[in-house]
């Protein structure tokens, strides 16, 4: 089971930027896919991007397409999320998660570990 911890959230105005890292351990990083979530308070948590094994294939919901990156370091077992021009409806507790398998998905039930949650609050 890999153990998942998210850094690098913050407050930003809209129209910043922020960088969230995912430091993964307990599992052979490089086997697994990864993905970001966010959850806005009353709202269920929703799939923001997703990135495979290698890092070769990526995909990300609408709302975030063109503003956010996600990418990983295998030998630093570390996912990240770059986020640019950033919403106030991108406020969110975000989340990063571990698959089992190597393919990415954007079901959040085909993630078996998860991490704690970072908060991003982006103000008007």
């Known amino acids: 089971q890999a153990q998942l911890v998210e850094s690098g959230g913050g407050l930003v105005q809209a129209g910043g930027s922020l960088r969230l890292s995912c430091a993964a351990s307990?599992?052979?990083?490089?086997?697994?896919?990864m993905g970001w979530f966010r959850q806005a308070p009353g709202k269920e948590r929703e799939f923001v991007a997703a990135i495979n094994w290698s890092g070769g294939i990526r995909d990300y919901a609408d709302s975030v397409k063109g503003r956010f990156t996600i990418s990983r370091d295998n030998a630093e077992n570390t996912v990240y999320l770059q986020m640019n021009s950033l919403k106030p409806e991108d406020t969110a507790i975000y989340y990063c998660?571990?698959?089992?398998?190597?393919?990415?998905?954007?079901?959040?039930?085909?993630?078996?570990?998860w991490g704690q949650g970072t908060q991003v609050t982006v103000s008007s």
């Open positions: 998660a571990a698959t089992s398998g190597v393919a990415l998905t954007t079901k959040p039930g085909r993630y078996s570990a």
């Open positions: 307990g599992r052979t990083f490089r086997s697994y896919a």
